[in-house]
């Protein structure tokens, strides 16, 4: 299991000495999850009720040095408010190296999905991101919902691809679809060659597990959490 991260806590404690930095594998340290339920994490991460990119930024002045040389950052890319040069101009400063696009705007799918691609704060704003970012000379994983977002983050630089089933939705039979819909779709980026490519554990989704393993080079999944059965 690779941990997410929310604490500088967390991060110098034992879950990262847990990772596997040599088998491409790095944790994922995202700030903007610090405090909430891991059932509503990533939407409050999403929404416009906190700055996600300056909550990672305050965490990143407090850290010792050295701190991130296994880290993944997550960020978020579709920030409307922080032109991207100037940004990643201060994750660098920080120390950061590796930055990902989660949590993703992608979690919204249907109506809201589309009206947010159309006003530019979905997909397409998220590869542009990460594209930029391996062009200053950091490394990317990109989060997706499908294949077809999966092969856009990979075009864009990503070297990792993590899949995401999407949040769950306590009906059974939904979930188990949505994570066979996952677990398909790493099989088919595997297929394609390119990187790895994993499978994200979201909150409600431990009696899937075995699924969304299936075909993946690992699981990401936040730390401490698991509703495993």
Do not use: W
Request: contains cysteine.
């Amino acid at each position: 299991m690779i941990p997410i991260v929310a604490s500088a806590r967390e991060l110098a404690g034992d879950l990262a000495r847990e990772t596997d930095p040599a088998a491409g594998r790095p944790l994922l340290f995202c700030p903007a999850l610090d405090g909430h339920a891991p059932e509503v994490a990533e939407y409050l991460a999403l929404l416009p009720v906190q700055d996600s990119n300056g909550r990672l930024l305050a965490a990143l002045a407090g850290l010792p040095e050295g701190a991130l040389e296994h880290a993944c950052v997550g960020v978020l890319a579709v920030d409307p408010f922080r032109p991207p040069a100037r940004f990643l101009s201060a994750l660098r400063r920080a120390g950061v190296r590796s930055v990902a696009n989660f949590p993703t705007a992608c979690l919204f799918d249907g109506e809201t999905g589309e009206t947010l691609e159309r006003l530019g704060f979905g997909l397409d704003r998220e590869a542009a991101f990460l594209e930029r970012a391996v062009a200053a000379g950091f490394t990317a994983t990109g989060f997706a919902t499908d294949a077809a977002a999966g092969r856009r983050l990979r075009a864009a630089g990503a070297e990792r691809v993590v899949l995401h089933p999407g949040p769950a939705t306590g009906e059974a039979a939904r979930d188990a679809g949505a994570a066979e819909a996952a677990s398909a779709a790493v099989a088919a980026l595997k297929a394609e060659g390119g990187g790895r490519v994993l499978a994200y554990l979201p909150a409600g989704f431990g009696p899937h597990r075995a699924v969304l393993a299936r075909h993946a080079d690992g699981i990401l999944a936040i730390a401490g959490y698991s509703d495993s059965p």
